[in-house]
């Protein structure tokens, strides 16, 4: 089989993946193909997509970020304590502005002192835990604020709720930055080869620490949508969201090794993550399964990204 054929079928066998997935789920599961939870899960995918999405700048540069999770949490429980001390729509500047800091601390760890971004980001994941678990206590920060739930998650407005079309608008920015501008084309060459890119006059730092910015600031939106839809902040809020993102953009087709991947390919993705663990959920199936499969869903991956790129591609 020729190498285009190989990628075009890898291609379609994701959309092939959801396609049966959501077959098998809607036979098995009654529950599932109600209406009201097949919309649903365009509202529970938000968080994850938002951070998906800015995964995949991250991988395409070939760099990893392990903070998202933490970062989203302090973001969410700076922004809930905000939002109780009757700072109101501040808070919302304030969100953001958590998670650029952090952002761009990752940035300048791996840019400013040659940090490996595995080790920066798991620095910055331990801070950023840490000041969430000392501003709570501990404890749950409640907050009363029904314009704030209804702006970045419980609002509806076209027949969806508002975190959904966060989402929406998350993916054609990101999309637009990727596929039609020239910072999209200088991330995905610093992915291709960095040393290549620096010696064609591209500035590799200044895009590194822009995408590790940029994901941060991201962060205090997935925060915000994550207090918006429950009411509440947890020093643990967000923790885990890290590997799920990183599972999303690489089932979109995002190389680990960077320079290649898309926003579309990881909105897909996202809801093929999404879809499974609605399912999962309807059907009962306990955490740790829920961890062990997605798991076997990344190495399959892995695998077949690899076979259509010829026995001799990296993994």
Known sequence: MSAALRARTADLGLAIALIGLVTALMVLSP????????????????????????????????????????????????????????????????????GAAFGLLNGALVVGLGVPAFIATLVSFFIAQGVALTLTGGQTILFAAAWFRDLFATGVVLGQRTAFWWLLAVFVALGWLLARTRFGAQVRAIGGDAQSAAMLGLPVGRVRLIVFTMTGALMGLVGMILIARIGNARADGAIGLEFDAIAAAVIGGTRLGGGYGSIPRTALGVVLIGVLNNGLAIMNVDFNTQQVIKGALVVGVVLIDRWARGKGGPA
Do not use: H, K
Not at 48 to 60: K, N, R, S, Y
Not at 86 to 96: D, K, L, Q, S
């Open 31 to 98: 529950a599932f193909r109600d209406p009201s939870n097949l919309l649903g899960i365009g509202r529970q995918v938000a968080i994850l997509g938002i951070a998906a999405a800015a995964m995949t700048f991250v991988i395409l540069m070939g760099e990893i970020d392990l903070s998202v999770g933490a970062v989203a949490s302090a973001a969410a429980v700076v922004t809930a304590l905000a939002l109780a001390q009757g700072y109101g729509v501040w808070a919302i500047p304030i969100a953001v502005a958590v």
